[in-house]
């Protein structure tokens, strides 16, 4: 469609669900071979249809594809997703859904890791073969690296990890440090994230926090404290998992307010919707911390596709869903926008160290490249 001789794009739902509701049990048939067209197969269509007309559109005229007013379809960045927790099945369906990045922060496994090399296998694969991982599904994944505060107790152990950082925190596709914090709020918690701070000062990173889920005010309070005592830059820093607790004082300071959507508990959709009414999407940022427990990656989309319901502007929720997270976690350059509109073409014939996404029999996805489709 062109407005007044400038190319724009009006998006449309496209992930399967989507397209399954609207057919109702109709078949359609392919115009190519006759063969039936699956939600599933219409939705990696459109997807890849919509892909193209955002890169046009943008290069066309510099500025962001235009939303249509009701909805919301435009693209999305998940800041906080542990996915080597998830399937490729979820890969699968965020990208469907106009996920185009995600960000993975190191976490807590589930049980304590009891030897460095453990760490050290740990931010290795998050930094490597997970980010292979994710573009073989068309998301591009960045990391932070960090001692997370539940692991900071083993004093011996931390002080080991903390040695380690350096060697990674140079990687390409590390975008910060994080997650860090308090869980307990001990003294060896409030030792780890002091010594974790003056490294993201030494290697000029943003710094992601992790705020306690008891006594999350107090203790959200005093992290911010400690960042001050430290002089760190509030506008190079994001708080993460707030509430209707946290956020006035969290923004007040000048620091970056990140929520995390979770099912029945941390932050709910229609909660945030109104959050974001009442306070203006200025350094919001919405996750959903999907990891290995009862957790959901699509909750960023449903979140952005409910305030659109709800009558929040396009704009606006663009802000908290897309722009705010790249605007703090694109600060030392490694996350950059180019990288998922001008994407390397996907070959899932392509191996990580010997490794493929697939298995045997499986059929591999074959993009063309995008200089081939004549952009």
Known sequence: MTTNGISSFTPFACDSGSLEELLAGTTLSCPCCNGQLTPEKLARLFGDVQRLARERAVAGNGHEPQRSAGAYAGMIIDPHTHMISRTTDDYEAMARAGVVAVIEPAFWLGQPRTTVGSFVDYFTMISGFERFRAGQFGIRHYCTIGL?????????????????????????????????GYDEQTAAEDKALRAQIELAKEFELPIMIHTPHRDKRPGTLRTMDVLKEHGFDPTRCVIDHNNEETIREVRDRGYWCAF????????????????????????LIVDSACDWGVSDPLAVVRTARLMAEHGVAAEAIHQV??????????????MREEHWLAPSAIDQRTLYEGNSVLRGGQTPRIDQPASAAGL
Request: charged fraction near 25%.
């Open 321 to 334: 869903v897309y722009a705010n997270a790249l605007a703090v976690y694109g600060l030392n350059t490694e």
């Open 148 to 180: 997370n505060p539940k692991e900071a107790n083993n004093e011996a152990l931390a002080e080991a990890v903390i040695d380690a950082l350096p060697r990674f925190l140079t990687k390409e596709g590390v975008v910060a440090m994080g997650e860090l």
């Open 260 to 283: 995390s959507i979770y099912p029945n508990t941390k932050m709910g959709s229609e909660r945030m919707a109104a959050l974001v009414k009442s306070y203006g999407p200025e350094r």
